[in-house]
């Protein structure tokens, strides 16, 4: 049996949005800062943040995590598929380098259509006065391998940076964060709007 998912709307009041908050459990707290911080507990917070940012546009939001549980890819994709999700937005930390150099923000994709989608969102993370890591294609990362829905991976700051982790720590800097993604979808719907006309 094939089954053909109709074409969303432009909206965001249309769209069915998954948020990924990366990691989670005992065993995958994902980067660690100096001061203790963890990746886990990071992206699960700003997850509920950014879905509170989409909700106020009336967006439906489907969390792959709620809480401090380990779930596998597979476990993930499942809940994906289930929801008929519309669009991936996967929250992550970074983390590598020298501590005391600055790493900053960075957006990842997998298939070039949704190159654009990546693009958007690193353009208004980058008016928060952060450093550009970069805008990162091909990105061989499970998340971003399905082709039925555009993903994106985003990569906050570098928990491994003193400045960064505290940035980090900052729930009003977390929500300024997820505020700009959020700046960033509105403006990826309206690209493709005017593409289409």
């Known amino acids: ?10 909206n965001l009041k249309d769209l069915t949005i998954v948020i990924d908050a990366g990691h989670g459990g005992p065993k995958s707290f994902g980067a660690v800062g100096v001061s203790g911080l963890k990746e886990k ?11 509170e940012e989409l909700e106020r546009y009336g967006a439906k939001v489907v969390l792959s995590r709620s809480d401090d549980s380990d779930m596998n890819m597979i476990e993930r994709k499942r809940i994906f598929a289930e929801a ?6 996967s929250i992550h ?3 590598g380098g020298n501590p005391l ?34 805008l990162v294609g091909n990105f061989n990362f499970s998340m971003n391998a399905p082709t039925q ?5 985003v990569e906050t700051l570098f928990m491994s940076n003193l400045a960064e982790e505290e940035l980090l720590s900052d729930p009003a800097f977390q929500r300024k964060m997820m505020q700009s993604v959020v700046k960033g979808l509105r403006d990826y719907l309206k690209k493709v709007k005017k593409a289409e006309k």
Do not use: W
Not at 1 to 10: D, F, G, H, Q
Not at 41 to 51: I, S
Not at 149 to 153: E, F, K, N, W
């Open 41 to 51: 507990d990071q992206t699960l917070a700003m997850a509920y943040m950014l879905k």
């Open 84 to 89: 008929k999700i519309d669009l991936l937005v």
């Open 93 to 95: 930390c970074n983390a």
């Open 1 to 10: 049996e094939i089954s053909i998912k109709k074409r969303p709307s432009l």
């Open 149 to 153: 829905y555009p993903s994106v991976l």
């Open 101 to 134: 150099k600055t790493g900053g923000t960075s957006t990842y994709y997998k298939h070039i259509e949704y190159r654009d989608l990546a693009e958007t969102i690193l353009a208004r993370l980058l008016e928060l006065d952060v450093k550009n890591f970069g």
